[in-house]
């Protein structure tokens, strides 16, 4: 089940993306020209930036007409109203605020901070929203690589975000086709032969946090990475909205 | 600053531990035995599991005596009262309970279920506690290192938990050594020269939860992994306890 060794290699190349560039294609030119093939049993790792520009997901800032709640939550803040406006409208709930920090449930049902619109490796004026479905994103990257290459890598879509009791930011999937996303332990035992108490993985999560380390936060310029040697059962997939809390659950809201 | 290519490969063939054993010496062999040098730019993960083993930090479940707040407690969820009376001795503050459930702030000020004691790859009617100073057990695997091979990777100790919003558990960094666990990464630009918005990473919790990737959580009997390729800033160093966030700038309590 788990592997000797694992290895999380840059795809490099791609450019900067515009709405309707052909990700997957400069994904796969990548690919080749590292040489990687492509293989079910591999993780092909995209960071949402890249995945929300090439669906277009841009608003521009003074396009926006503030409504009276964002002007509210932008002075509890200290944020733009106009980009209080954009968090809003890709949110179902506020979660909390305070200077300098809103923390949203998005439409997708994901708990993070301005609905996962951040501005940075954007272009000015500009303001990237979340891909609009994210599962369905990777699985349609999933799909034009099988096209292409008849076997494809599982996809996962990796946003960097923040957490309730720990400082500093760590990789999350938000996105994910081809393999399970919350890995099912149940059944499986430990060196003395006992049931595992905890089994369920947030094993896509964890692989974002792993493609994060080698996607880097900045002028990097590594929007893909090909994590090879992982061992999950091979007849299972979950995708990413597996790993959201549902609200009745979660005791932290 | 962010590397094409990082490696996880664990280090086999580590014995069964139990109290006093030569944590260090086995990890040496493993290191020897594999090939790999001992270089100041990888990085040791070490499973808390083994850590705590080594130190002892055993308890019998029936030398515990419940105090009426452990029976009230155990009542409230349905749990063991002498490993509900573990939990509070090592937490200074419950944060949330419900059946199945108790999350505390532990005397280290991680907040986790359970104080991070479980009983999976522990022997039968013990319980395990996290080390009692983790990066005080990390810098002191880092020193055996060193004075072995005359430069040491970096150490971090990983522990699995669950999280807020989120299904499955990921690996976080518990204890650290001779890296940034919180690398800062103010001053860094984006692709178009402005300054990052989000400017500190939980290295060290990325680093752990990749880690647990190739480790597991069952009878892989795989508590240590090296982690090769990364790139921090050399001369900087920061122990796992920066992670934590402090309670009053806490919005989820
Ligand atoms: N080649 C390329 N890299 C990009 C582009 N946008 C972002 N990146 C890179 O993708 C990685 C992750 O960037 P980040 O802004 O943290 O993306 P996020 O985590 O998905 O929000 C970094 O290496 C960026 O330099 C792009 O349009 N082209
Ligand atoms: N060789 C060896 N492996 C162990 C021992 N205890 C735990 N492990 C392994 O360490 C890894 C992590 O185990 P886990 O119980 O999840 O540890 P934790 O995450 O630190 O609580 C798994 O591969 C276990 O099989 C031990 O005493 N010896
Ligand atoms: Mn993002
Ligand atoms: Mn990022
Ligand atoms: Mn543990
Ligand atoms: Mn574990």
Redesign the pocket.
């Known amino acids: 089940m788990v592997p000797q060794k694992v290895t999380i290699a840059a795809l490099e190349g791609?450019?900067?993306?515009a709405e309707g560039d052909d990700l997957a294609g400069h994904i796969c030119v990548g690919m080749d020209r590292a040489g990687f093939e492509a293989k079910a049993s591999d993780v092909l790792v995209v960071?949402?930036?890249?995945?929300?520009?090439t669906e277009g997901r841009f608003l521009r800032l003074d396009s926006l007409t503030p409504g009276p709640r964002a002007y509210e939550l932008a002075a509890a803040t200290g944020k733009d109203p106009r980009f209080v406006e954009a968090v809003l409208a890709e949110s179902v709930e506020v979660v909390r605020y305070r200077p300098g920090v809103i923390v949203v449930e998005t439409h997708h049902g994901i708990v993070m901070a301005n609905a996962?619109i951040?501005r940075?490796?954007?272009d000015a004026d500009l303001v990237l929203l979340l891909p609009r479905d994210p599962d369905a994103s990777a699985e349609a990257l999933r799909t034009r690589l099988l096209e292409r290459y008849g076997e494809s890598p599982a996809v996962v879509i990796?946003?960097?975000v923040g957490r309730a009791w720990r400082n500093g930011t760590v990789?999350l999937a938000i996105g994910a086709a081809g393999l399970p996303a919350l890995l099912d332990r149940r059944g499986a035992r430990d060196l003395y032969g006992r049931p595992l108490e905890v089994t369920m993985l947030g094993y896509a999560d964890s692989i974002a946090s792993a493609a994060?380390l080698v996607?880097?936060?900045?002028?990097?310029?590594?929007?893909a990475v090909l994590v090879s040697g992982l061992d999950w059962p091979r007849d299972t997939s979950l995708p990413a909205s597996a790993l959201i809390r549902p609200k009745q659950e979660d005791m932290f809201r």
């Open positions: 791609i450019p900067l993306i960071a949402q930036k890249v995945v929300s520009k996962g951040d940075s490796n954007v990796s946003d960097s990789g994060g996607m880097g936060e900045g002028a990097e310029g590594c929007p």
